[in-house]
Structures are given as C-alpha cells and as structure tokens.
C-alpha cells in the first residue's frame, strides 16, 4: 500500500434522489438495473438509469428524509398482542437536501447521423457505436447548457 492509498478516507451521504415520476419503480427492483451517477460534488449532477439520462439539481427537502434498513437482528414479537410484520426495518439517517432529476433527451441530431443510426439499428439491433466516450458526451452536454 502506499502513502496515497492509506491518505485516501471514503465518506458517504445519503440523499434523496427525486425522479418526478419519470422513474417507475419496477425499473430499479431488478439486481441488474444498471444505474450510474456522475458529478455528484457539481451543481448539476447526472443519472444515468438503464440507458435514459437524467440531469440533476440540488434543492432542500420540505422536511426531513429518513432512511431505514432492513433489521436482521428484530426480535419477533408474541402474536397474541402484537401484530406480525413479514419485515422489521431499523433508522439508518437523515438527510434534508434532495436531488431533483429531469429527463434529458437528444434533440436535432443531424440528418446523416440519422440516417446512419437507422442503418446501424436495421443490422445490429442491440449495439451502439459512439465516437465519444461517456465523459466526454456528459462534459459535452454539460458545457452546451
């Protein structure tokens, strides 16, 4: 190990990601949902969930979000005078910042990468060629605004 790894410290947050109902739930139950988050120090962080991009905004909650977790260790309590819940959960924080996503969608694409995508689409239905990489494209975006 060397002296920059043992400097590094790892700090989490918690906070509360608001989609707009532009998320629906079934879309992050599955283990494989693929979700990535960049720039989230910036004031305007970006999501990116299973292929549709989301740009982002700081703002204070109304009031105070709390997290929980599942409590593994619960005791379960006597049937006769309590009733029986499938799961116990155990306060993990709290946060009162929010993170408000917005869809973003490409518009006016030029003609001939049109035309070039449908190409691409009616051959290889399930691949996606870019000239960028990711970043690039994010910090492209991110600079157009």
Do not use: W
Not at 77 to 94: I, R, S
Not at 101 to 108: S, T
Request: proline share 4%; charged share 30%.
């Amino acid at each position: 190990m060397t002296d920059s790894d043992s400097e590094y410290e790892e700090t989490e947050y918690l906070v509360y990601a608001d989609f707009k109902n532009h998320l629906a739930p079934h879309q992050l139950k599955h283990e494989d949902a693929a979700i990535r988050i960049i720039a989230i120090e910036s004031d305007t962080p970006m999501a990116e969930i299973n292929g549709c991009i989301y740009k982002g905004s700081y703002d204070m909650a109304m009031g105070t979000n709390v997290f929980f977790e599942k409590d593994t260790k619960s005791a379960v309590g006597d049937p006769l005078y309590e009733p029986v819940c499938q799961q116990q959960y155990k306060y993990l924080n709290k946060s009162d910042k929010v993170i408000s996503f917005d869809r973003v969608y490409i518009e006016n694409l030029p003609q001939d990468i049109k035309a070039e995508e449908e190409q691409q689409q009616e051959s290889m239905p399930h691949t996606l060629k870019l000239n960028i990489t990711y970043k690039e494209a994010i910090d492209k975006f991110v600079e157009e605004q």
